[in-house]
């Protein structure tokens, strides 16, 4: 860095550390990701590449693209997590995809 860039630098440390930022106005849903998408295409970046790292894993069973999955919490004993722990490192899939397997497993014989 030359000498001619530190006071430059200098002062957008200085902005950044203490200016005020106030929105114009608050955007949301479409409006904010139009707003958002224009930015980053401003900046010269692949938003079609963003997406496709970022876009979230689809949905269970199909759905609208943006919805979530339903969810299910349950507790379960300390040898539970114990077994799925090394379940999950044997078969090298997630503990989320052992329980749906098993859930299902379950639900098809009891019915």
Same mark, same amino acid.
């Given at each position: 860095?030359? #000498? =001619?860039?530190?006071?430059?630098?200098?002062?957008?440390?200085?902005?950044?550390?203490?200016?005020?930022? =106030?929105?114009?106005? %608050?955007?949301?849903?479409?409006?904010?990701?139009?707003?958002?998408?224009?930015?980053?295409?401003?900046?010269?970046?692949? %938003?079609?590449?963003?997406?496709?790292?970022?876009?979230?894993?689809?949905?269970?069973?199909?759905?609208? =693209?943006?919805?979530?999955?339903?969810?299910?919490? %349950?507790?379960?004993?300390?040898?539970? #997590?114990?077994?799925? #722990?090394?379940?999950? =490192?044997?078969?090298?899939?997630?503990?989320?995809?052992?329980?749906?397997?098993?859930?299902?497993?379950?639900?098809?014989?009891?019915?």
């Amino acid at each position: 860095m030359t #000498d =001619k860039q530190l006071p430059h630098e200098d002062s957008l440390v200085e902005w950044a550390e203490n200016a005020e930022l =106030k929105p114009r106005r %608050v955007r949301r849903g479409n409006d904010a990701a139009a707003a958002g998408r224009a930015l980053l295409e401003a900046a010269g970046v692949d %938003v079609e590449q963003v997406e496709r790292n970022v876009g979230g894993r689809p949905r269970l069973g199909g759905g609208p =693209k943006g919805t979530r999955s339903p969810r299910l919490n %349950v507790a379960i004993s300390e040898n539970l #997590d114990l077994l799925l #722990d090394e379940l999950e =490192k044997q078969r090298g899939v997630s503990r989320s995809t052992l329980v749906r397997e098993a859930l299902d497993r379950y639900l098809r014989d009891a019915g």
